[in-house]
């Protein structure tokens, strides 16, 4: 597998830390609101890239995390009048919806800031004695940043060119009138509360952290030290990543992460997608019009580094290319269901060795940096493999090997590519091929305990001259 690695400007050759496993974290929302298409975009390019590594044997850890305090969520619960941590249970049960619709698998673990704060503040501590951050008169808690010898490692950046990106913050600080910061590249680490606001206890002050500390220490919990990957929008290469790494490096005294993946934006008239533009559309939003089956599609048509546009246009044209996809499934289906006899042909052998050519060039392309994009290109290609082959007549055994196929490649791009319905239908076609064998083999006991599996599904069987029969009840 070959990875960009924003770290070193270049493509690498992946190298996990253990053999066979991947440790990967993921910057996942900030829950106070639904999550935009753009907040999706990751969420599915890091999903497939878990789905990949999986599908080539790797076992993976993901954690991916819930920012759940945040001034944002904060104004939120305010406007609402309720806690802020109603407004975040809501949104990340929200998001989780959305996640299951656009087949983004859980993470191995989603942990949540406000449900971390003891580490954050034992990272914190352990900083200020290895004198990388220190309190400010008012209780706030600083990263000395020109102390980290690597800062700005990660985006490329000179420390002496960096202070307009940190600007920003300096200028809420200010307003805040908190101004005895040493250094204005200085980051929060810890803040002091402020009326209304949901605090904690520390050693400093009564307050909450800063956002870029329960990245550090949610990856170092969950991961590990060394981690082999951290990925995110490109966005959060500066500051927020390049904040992670001096904490992280500063902290633990070892490299954060190995490899730095980030995905570029989803843009809509070619400018980024975002809550403070206004120009956003929400999953939700898109569910009314599609499947987000087909906003998963459309978001893998372009490889993950690529800018993405979002238009009607580009939408429908997922949607078709999709459809192409699904009725080559159902068709291999159906001619599975009819044809005559299940036995391959030597013909259609020597076919099948050769269908195996295209997951040789589906594995090849998706192993350059995760190109999705002509992974679905190699995807159309058995399909139209598929569609000739079979278009005057195939055996069931033939339909049936192309099919899985099919759905073995959909299903590491994590497309759903098979109706509820054709599932089920597939589920307990397989349980009635169970129970048969089992008859053969005399295990009466778990033919009947088959039988009865599937009358709790509502499924009634009946044996018949020409085989088992099944109908709905
Ligand atoms: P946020 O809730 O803004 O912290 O964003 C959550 C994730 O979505 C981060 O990884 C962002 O980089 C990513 N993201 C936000 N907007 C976009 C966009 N328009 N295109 C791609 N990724 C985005
Ligand atoms: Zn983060």
């Not at 319905?421 to 009466?444: G, H, P, V």
Request: aromatic fraction near 10%; proline fraction near 3%.
């Amino acid at each position: 597998m070959k990875i960009y690695n924003t770290l070193t400007r270049r493509t690498e050759e992946f190298v996990p830390i253990t053999p066979g496993k991947v440790t990967m974290y993921v910057c996942g929302p900030t829950v106070y609101n639904l999550i935009h298409i753009g907040n999706a975009r990751p969420m599915i390019v890091f999903d497939t890239f878990r789905r990949y590594m999986t599908y080539r044997g790797y076992e993976v850890n993901y954690v991916s995390n819930f920012t759940d305090v945040d001034d944002k969520i904060i104004k939120a619960a305010n406007e609402e009048g309720v806690e802020a941590s109603e407004i975040s249970e809501r949104y990340i049960a929200e998001c989780r919806k959305d996640m299951e619709g656009l087949n983004v698998l859980p993470a191995t673990t989603h942990p949540q800031a406000t449900k971390e704060i003891p580490e954050m503040i034992d990272m914190i501590r352990t900083l200020e004695e290895k004198g990388y951050a220190y309190r400010a008169a008012d209780g706030t808690v600083y990263y000395r940043t020109r102390k980290f010898t690597g800062y700005g490692k990660l985006s490329g950046k000179n420390i002496d060119d960096l202070e307009s990106g940190h600007r920003s913050e300096g200028h809420a600080l200010k307003v805040a009138g908190t101004e005895d910061r040493e250094d204005d590249l200085d980051f929060v680490l810890w803040k002091p509360k402020k009326e209304g606001e949901p605090y904690w206890e520390s050693p400093w002050c009564e307050g909450r952290p800063g956002w870029h500390i329960e990245c550090s220490c949610m990856s170092k919990k969950y991961l590990g030290d060394t981690i082999d990957i951290h990925a995110g929008g490109e966005d959060l290469i500066f500051p927020h990543h390049e904040n992670e790494i001096a904490q992280s490096e500063a902290a633990n005294g070892v490299p954060f992460a190995h490899y730095w993946m980030h995905n570029g934006f989803l843009n809509i008239n070619n400018q980024k997608m975002s809550k403070s533009l206004g120009n956003f559309f929400t999953v939700r939003d898109i569910a009314q019009h599609y499947d987000l089956q087909v906003l998963r599609f459309f978001m893998l048509s372009a490889q993950y580094r690529s800018p993405l546009n979002f238009s009607d246009q580009l939408m429908e044209s997922a949607k078709a290319g999709l459809d192409r996809i699904k009725n080559a499934v159902s068709n291999l289906k159906d001619i599975e269901k009819n044809a005559g006899g299940s036995a391959l042909s030597e013909e259609e052998k020597a076919s099948l060795e050769k269908a195996q050519e295209y997951k040789e060039r589906f594995n090849e392309v998706m192993d350059d940096d995760l190109n999705t994009a002509d992974g679905i290109s190699v995807i159309f290609d058995l399909v139209k493999y598929a569609n000739t082959t079979t278009q005057d007549g195939a055996s069931a055994g033939y339909a049936a090997a192309l099919k899985n196929l099919i759905l073995e490649l959909g299903e590491v791009m994590g497309l759903i590519l098979e109706t509820k319905e054709e599932t089920l239908d597939s589920e307990i076609e397989a349980l009635i091929e169970e129970r048969q064998q089992a008859r053969k083999d005399k295990n009466f006991a778990r033919a009947d305990e088959i039988r009865d599996e599937l009358l709790a599904k509502g499924i009634q069987l009946k044996d018949t001259r020409e085989g088992v029969k099944w109908s709905r009840i």
